[in-house]
């Protein structure tokens, strides 16, 4: 009987010495770092329109060690910009600025989906992600882009790239900055209304092997849908009636954020809220995909915590149909109870999960202001606790969005963040 047992721990001691002994996992040659680890630098972009206001105030209260690299449509704005952030007493040395053309608005407003993903590698170094865009998933050229634009959207990262000589990593998938979420320790969150439609043809298994190889991750997190007032603009942007939606589809920045390693932040439309039929479609999505995030577990095999935060109060303002337009004709050929000249209500893609984090501050959506009803106040307050109880060491500044809001993103559309290189 001893001999057995002392068989039986012999073997136990070997076991347990050679999981001591063996090497550990490598690293993956390439990640994506969390939002909220250090940058060298911050993008945004200008467009000489209402929206910069937003941009002029992230700039402004922008954590003054860190430089921003500024997007321009053309050297006319240019000099328009450095106009305008003087006359606002913002100083415009120690940042960097960058002029495309051929180019389109939505070439460069879009920052996080279009522009620059910056990935480390294991030795501490940058490179670019060579990814595709499709103008989101616009394979029908709804949009109209021409020649000059249609070949900028092919070469955009091989540009950036040589501009800040860093290597690329290419991959044949189309992945949106906006349309993933990582928490730096293995685990991607996405949804599948995005990805499986910017994807065709790629399963699933396909693009986690993908979004493995180019960003590190071990686990991706499946949602389904995002928000109501998100619909895709290009195939689907009828979210109800006469209610349209100029949007991605279900960005999961909109949607759902990783505020640090095991916790995320999920958009939950009030029951008080529940009378506005797009604030109804959002909450039975949501009620989805919070299924989905209590039963996951992360790479490490620990479950996530979920905090819910509200929706914003929904806001539309009008757009008549114009046939002229091809974006408009495909409204009317696509709903039989559409015509020329009606008026339809455009959403604004309000959330408050479009937020950005970066070096000692993060810029949040605020959309009470005097004349407005105080719950709107109550909800602004509410997010901005729990990301002061997620970031106690930084500075929330929040700032009105709505500007950005009507061209279907927000502040953490505008921007995207670039991840401090690290000593070899």
């Known amino acids: 009987m001893n001999k057995h047992i002392n068989t039986w721990i012999g073997i136990a001691v070997a076991v347990a010495l050679a999981a001591c002994t063996a090497p550990a996992p490598e690293a993956p040659e390439y990640s994506l770092p969390a939002e909220w680890e250090a940058h060298d630098a911050v993008w945004l972009s200008y467009y000489g329109a209402a929206d910069d206001t937003v941009v002029d105030n992230m700039v402004r209260h922008m954590d003054p060690s860190t430089p921003v690299v500024c997007f321009i449509q053309n050297d006319s704005l240019l000099h328009r910009l450095w106009a305008r952030w003087d006359s606002l007493g913002i100083d415009t040395a120690g940042h960097r600025f960058l002029t495309l053309e051929p180019n389109d608005s939505l070439m460069i407003n879009v920052v996080r989906d279009v522009g620059p993903i910056h990935l480390r590698h294991r030795d ?27 070949a900028l959207r092919d ?9 800040q000589g860093l290597p690329m990593v290419h991959t044949d998938m189309c992945i949106e900055g906006g349309s993933i979420d990582v928490n730096g320790n293995g685990t991607l969150v996405t949804t599948a209304a995005v990805m499986e439609q910017r994807n065709p043809g790629w399963t699933r298994p396909a693009m986690e092997a993908e979004l493995g190889r180019v960003l590190g991750v071990r686990k991706v997190i499946w949602l389904e849908q995002g928000v109501a ?41 009030d029951d008080a809220d529940l009378h506005d039929t797009i604030q109804q479609i959002t909450r039975q999505r ?21 905090v819910q935060v509200p929706m914003p109060d929904m806001e539309s303002r009008p757009w008549v149909l114009d046939t002229a337009k091809k974006h408009s004709r495909k409204h009317v050929e696509q709903y039989s109870d559409m015509q020329h000249g009606d008026t339809v209500r455009m959403l604004l893609a309000n959330s408050y999960l479009n937020f950005l984090i970066t070096n000692g501050r993060v810029f949040v959506p605020a959309y009470w202001h005097e004349g407005l009803p105080e719950n709107l106040k109550a909800k602004d307050e509410r997010l901005q606790a729990a990301l002061r109880e997620a970031f106690p060491d930084r500075r929330i500044v929040a700032l009105d969005p709505r500007a950005l809001n009507r061209y279907g993103g927000g502040m953490h559309c505008w921007s995207q963040q ?6 070899r």
């Not at 998933?137 to 949009?143: A, E, H, K, M, P």
């Not at 070469?155 to 501009?163: D, M, Q, S, V």
């Not at 603009?233 to 095991?262: K, M, Q």
């Not at 670039?418 to 000593?423: I, L, R, T």
Request: glycine share 8%; proline share 5%.
């Open 418 to 423: 670039q991840p401090k290189a690290m000593a």
């Open 286 to 306: 949501m009620e989805v995909n919070l299924e989905i995030l209590r039963k996951a577990r992360m790479a490490d095999g620990r479950p996530l915590r979920v």
């Open 155 to 163: 070469t955009i990262h091989e540009f950036l790239a040589r501009k």
């Open 229 to 269: 007032n998100d619909a895709h603009a290009a195939t689907a942007p009828r979210v109800f009636g006469n209610v349209f939606s100029f949007g991605t589809g279900g960005h999961v920045d909109e949607v759902c954020r990783f505020v640090n390693d095991s916790t995320v932040l999920l958009a939950w439309p």
């Open 124 to 150: 501490g170094s940058l490179a670019i992600l060579n990814y595709k865009f499709t103008s989101y998933g616009d394979f029908t050229n709804v949009w109209e882009q021409g020649p000059g634009n249609l």
